[in-house]
């Protein structure tokens, strides 16, 4: 007999199948689901045991929808979307361009009345919630035709790079660039394995975590995935609807993780005088920012830092451009190592991210007070992507793998540090340290370090799927591209 978290996913489950033959996507399935929950929870409150004013004005509520059927249902829930998506708050930021996307009224009202209305929600445990959700976000993910696999970070890689940065119970977490809240939630999730006072519990429901999300629908999904775990409230939302790199909030932060998107650089595409169009590079210029360039990561490596408190600590996934790229790049590493202490690198493996063929890493520095020594002594780095060869369905990353890197890590003492790579007893160690001088030395300061053999060079047997080397060739292709368009865009400019 299954538990009633699983019963409960298996219905939504059950019922996302049967709108996907109408057409509808993953994607606007969990939409849906996000505003009729919205409803339903504001309802519950409203009653036993909890007793509160529901944030819901009377008339666009939970009982005026489950009072109408047919035609009737169908206007009026797309009256009740429009209205809210004009309110502040947290209703604003669940409602915002919200849109009804189930024509055909009688599953609207199965939906409705049939899965939602007969499920007390605010009774059942947060983690059940959650996890129905979390479980409805991955499966959009890993629906590569709505491109939301850009928002998702696979889970064991965040469970690792939370447990060794290890926020602290009355610590602020931030994630400038949030997506449906991946970081947030196991930080959340992180500190609340601590024994918390009342305050520390206050403190981390309503002001610990704080996100900024670019896309409304992306953020949207991301409050209520949050909701749904038990954080925020129905007035303050700890997410932005913005562009966080647009300039400097003024806010700082003791921890910053994030998965930035993608994209390599920043555009915006423009019409000429003949009515043509044409992109633009989107330069940024920022006071705080150490170099100018349109290379959204490095801007967003920028970003982070200003962000920091002072001995705050981040943790970036960045892609392998930032390690290399020579004029701003360069500037933005030296500054980096200097102003910040880049104490570790973790080099990913392919074949862990929806978006097929990515070379990432993930960046971890703390920020520190002004010194004209510089602050970075050793970068550590553990290589796992030399000879490892994962695929999001037949060998999917999972927390195991990361294990080793954990450990190596030594989080709360990182003094204790010990490398495992020595070229004569250890050949295959992926644990190496690097001092501030053989950095400095390095060709335009690259970040880019390996030293392990890689095995497919020298034997085919070796050599990873085939749809992994094609992602990698187009990824490395598009790459060039872009940097093609970059220099073309400037020389037109000159």
């Known amino acids: 007999m299954s538990n009633p978290s699983q019963q409960i996913v298996q219905r939504l489950w059950n019922y996302c199948n049967v709108l996907r033959d109408d057409g509808l996507s993953y994607g606007d399935y969990v939409e849906q689901l996000t505003y009729l929950l919205f409803l339903k929870m504001a309802h519950e409150q409203t009653r036993p045991p909890y007793n509160r004013e529901s944030p819901v004005p009377k008339g666009y509520d939970w009982p005026s929808l489950i009072s109408k059927d047919g035609d009737a249902l169908e206007t009026h829930y797309r009256h009740i979307l429009e209205t809210l998506g004009r309110k502040k708050g947290m209703l604003g930021l669940v409602f915002r361009k919200a849109q009804n996307k189930i024509q055909d009224p009688a599953k609207l009202r199965r939906l409705i009345v049939d899965l939602l209305d007969r499920e007390e929600w605010m009774t059942l445990d947060a983690d059940v919630k959650g996890d129905a959700y979390e479980g409805l976000l991955e499966k959009n993910a890993q629906d590569t035709k709505s491109g939301a696999g850009q928002y998702f970070?696979?889970?064991?890689?965040?469970?690792?790079?939370?447990?060794?940065?290890?926020?602290?119970?009355?610590?602020?977490?931030?994630?400038?660039?949030?997506?449906?809240?991946?970081?947030?939630?196991?930080?959340?999730?992180?500190?609340?394995?601590?024994?918390?006072?009342?305050?520390?519990?206050?403190?981390?429901?309503?002001?610990?975590?704080?996100?900024?999300?670019?896309?409304?629908?992306?953020?949207?999904?991301?409050?209520?995935?949050?909701?749904?775990?038990?954080?925020?409230?129905?007035?303050?939302?700890?997410?932005?609807?913005?562009?966080?790199?647009?300039?400097?909030?003024?806010?700082?932060?003791?921890?910053?993780?994030?998965?930035?998107?993608?994209?390599?650089?920043?555009?915006?595409?423009?019409?000429?005088?003949?009515?043509?169009?044409?992109?633009?590079?989107?330069?940024?210029?920022?006071?705080?920012?150490?170099?100018?360039?349109?290379?959204?990561?490095?801007?967003?490596?920028?970003?982070?830092?200003?962000?920091?408190?002072?001995?705050?600590?981040a943790a970036v996934v960045v892609p392998d451009n930032v390690l290399f790229e020579g004029g701003a790049g360069e500037t933005i590493r030296r500054r980096l190592l200097h102003d910040c202490d880049v104490h570790t690198?973790?080099?990913?493996?392919?074949?862990?991210?929806?978006?097929?063929?990515?070379?990432?890493?993930?960046?971890?520095?703390?920020?520190?007070?002004?010194?004209?020594?510089?602050?970075?002594?050793?970068?550590?780095?553990?290589?796992?992507?030399?000879?490892?060869?994962?695929?999001?369905?037949?060998?999917?990353?999972?927390?195991?793998?990361?294990?080793?890197?954990?450990?190596?890590?030594?989080?709360g003492n990182r003094h204790a540090r010990r490398a495992t790579w020595s070229e004569k007893k250890n050949p295959t160690g992926r644990w190496r340290e690097y001092t501030y001088e053989e950095l400095l030395q390095r060709d335009k300061v690259s970040l880019d370090i390996f030293w392990l053999k890689d095995e497919s060079l020298e034997d085919s047997a070796n050599l990873p799927d085939p749809d992994v080397i094609a992602g990698e060739i187009v990824e490395d292709l598009r790459t060039a591209l872009e940097q093609f368009e970059t220099i073309q865009m400037d020389m037109a400019r000159r």
């Not at 959340?188 to 394995?193: L, Q, S």
């Not at 590079?281 to 490596?301: G, M, P, Y």
Request: proline content about 7%; overall charge neutral.
């Open 345 to 411: 690198l973790l080099r990913l493996p392919t074949g862990i991210f929806y978006a097929q063929g990515v070379k990432a890493n993930v960046l971890f520095f703390e920020r520190k007070p002004a010194s004209e020594k510089p602050w970075t002594q050793k970068l550590w780095i553990y290589d796992l992507r030399t000879n490892q060869h994962f695929t999001l369905k037949t060998n999917p990353l999972e927390r195991g793998d990361l294990k080793d890197f954990i450990e190596c890590y030594k989080p």
């Open 153 to 313: 970070t696979p889970r064991p890689l965040i469970h690792a790079i939370v447990e060794v940065v290890a926020p602290q119970p009355e610590e602020t977490v931030c994630d400038p660039a949030c997506g449906t809240g991946g970081f947030l939630l196991a930080a959340h999730d992180f500190i609340a394995r601590n024994k918390l006072d009342r305050d520390q519990k206050k403190h981390l429901k309503k002001e610990a975590l704080h996100g900024w999300e670019i896309v409304p629908n992306t953020a949207r999904l991301c409050a209520m995935n949050l909701l749904l775990h038990g954080i925020g409230d129905d007035e303050t939302p700890p997410i932005r609807v913005e562009d966080s790199l647009k300039g400097d909030p003024g806010d700082r932060f003791d921890v910053i993780l994030t998965n930035p998107p993608f994209g390599k650089k920043s555009s915006v595409t423009v019409v000429n005088e003949e009515g043509e169009q044409e992109r633009e590079a989107l330069t940024i210029v920022r006071d705080d920012f150490w170099a100018t360039t349109s290379n959204k990561q490095l801007n967003f490596v920028q970003h982070v830092k200003t962000l920091l408190k002072e001995n705050g600590r």
